[in-house]
């Protein structure tokens, strides 16, 4: 089980920025992409971005240009720096980490961390 805690959530001003961290323990072997998700109030959760154990990045199209995703792989953490912050970004972000199966082919768990708040309002 792979246990997920995110952190530096918290009130910013439209135009600002805040950077997010999340720490992956307990079996943290065969973590392949890690990402984060999002969950504005009254919508659905989305895809923020991800990134893969070799570096590769994805991003959604609303956060290109403003939000950083990177990991560090020896200190299992996954970062996103979000800048230009825009009232739409408020949402709960939660931290992902896809952890592949040792018993089938193209099978992995995704796993979720609890969520941080991020408010972005005058």
């Known amino acids: 089980q792979v246990q997920l805690v995110e952190s530096g959530g918290g009130l910013v001003q439209p135009g600002g920025s805040l950077g997010l961290s999340c720490a992956a323990s307990?079996?943290?072997?065969?973590?392949?992409?890690m990402g984060w998700y999002r969950q504005a109030p009254g919508k659905e959760r989305e895809l923020v971005a991800h990134i893969t154990s070799a570096g590769n990045t994805n991003y959604a199209d609303s956060v290109k240009g403003r939000f950083t995703i990177s990991r560090d792989n020896a200190k299992n953490t996954v970062l996103l720096q979000m800048n230009s912050l825009k009232p739409e970004d408020t949402a709960v972000y939660y931290c992902?980490?896809?952890?592949?199966?040792?018993?089938?082919?193209?099978?992995?768990?995704?796993?979720w961390g609890k969520g941080t708040l991020v408010p972005v309002s005058s």
């Open positions: 307990g079996s943290i072997f065969r973590i392949n992409t």
């Open positions: 992902t980490a896809d952890k592949i199966c040792t018993t089938a082919t193209l099978c992995y768990i995704k796993n």
